[in-house]
């Protein structure tokens, strides 16, 4: 069985639009397999990210749609953002998650937090 993974808004946005397995052939592995395992959590807060890039029109409200809609098909289990899904945040390394070269600017990389 997978572990579970949570993912991070970045992520979340990538595989609904396709391109998370050229951006992170690694990460989209694990997704993948969290997903099938029924085992792949959404924090709360990448909902409220999303909220803000479709109201500042950063992002068309299908995004939103299209999330909303993993989530009542139950692909995805929502969990709330808390004080230690912070601390283990904070124990994670920088090096860890290089920055994938994309041309002009750097892009922020995916954070998956797996808890055993």
């Known amino acids: 069985m ?3 993974v949570v993912a991070d808004t ?3 946005l990538w595989m609904l639009d396709g391109t998370l397995p050229e951006r992170s052939p690694k990460a989209a592995q694990r997704l993948g ?3 099938n395992a029924k085992a792949l959590h959404v924090s709360i807060g990448s909902f409220l ?3 803000y890039l479709v109201d500042s029109g950063r992002r068309p409200p299908q995004v939103l749609d299209d999330a909303r809609s993993i989530m009542d098909g139950e692909t995805f289990i929502v969990v709330p953002l ?3 899904i912070i601390d283990e ?3 994670i390394s920088r090096t860890s998650f290089p920055i994938p070269s994309t041309g002009s600017s750097p892009q922020p990389q995916s954070l998956l937090i797996c808890r055993s």
């Open 10 to 12: 970045h992520a979340l």
């Open 89 to 91: 945040m904070a124990a």
């Open 49 to 51: 990210d999303l909220r």
């Open 82 to 84: 808390d004080l230690p």
């Open 33 to 35: 397999d969290a997903l």
């Open 2 to 4: 997978a572990a579970p």
